[in-house]
């Protein structure tokens, strides 16, 4: 069977396509992942469409503010606490939410200001690099 040039020239496009795609995708790690939340304000999307803004100091504090999300009514709106870079994950740790459990994430950028991440209990979303 002999597909024809157009047949083939349109499969290698459409393979190059999801390849381009795929590497578009870039996981941080070490000091790429240090360099993209330290100073950083990131916006976490919120399901109803909103965001919510976390703050990565660069000597290990973050905060949040939950009223910005609408979140007062659910949760103590504000928190602070501590984040880390170990290996392929940012680390952080709140005095309030969550109890004070440590979670930790995988963050890939997607975009020049876009993160997807997966947090170790499989919950993920995205989120948006602000300065």
């Given at each position: 069977?002999r597909i024809s040039r157009r047949l083939q020239v349109g499969l290698v496009m459409a393979a190059l396509s999801v390849t381009t795609g795929a590497l578009a995708q870039t996981l941080l790690?070490?000091?790429?992942?240090?360099?993209?939340?330290?100073?950083?304000?990131?916006?976490?999307?919120?399901?109803?469409?909103?965001?919510?803004?976390?703050?990565?100091?660069?000597?290990?504090?973050?905060?949040?503010?939950?009223?910005?999300?609408?979140?007062?009514?659910?949760?103590?709106?504000?928190?602070?606490?501590?984040?880390?870079?170990?290996?392929?994950?940012?680390?952080?740790?709140?005095?309030?939410?969550?109890?004070?459990?440590?979670?930790?994430?995988?963050?890939?950028?997607?975009?020049?200001?876009?993160?997807?991440?997966?947090?170790?209990?499989?919950?993920?979303?995205?989120?948006?690099?602000?300065?």
């Open positions: 069977m790690t070490g000091a790429a992942l240090d360099r993209t939340v330290s100073g950083r304000r990131i916006f976490l999307a919120t399901p109803l469409g909103g965001e919510f803004p976390l703050n990565y100091y660069a000597d290990g504090r973050v905060d949040g503010q939950g009223e910005a999300a609408g979140m007062g009514r659910f949760v103590r709106p504000n928190d602070s606490g501590k984040w880390w870079v170990s290996g392929q994950k940012l680390c952080q740790k709140w005095t309030n939410w969550y109890d004070g459990k440590v979670f930790c994430f995988t963050l890939q950028k997607v975009g020049e200001d876009k993160l997807a991440w997966r947090r170790d209990d499989g919950l993920e979303g995205t989120a948006r690099i602000g300065r």
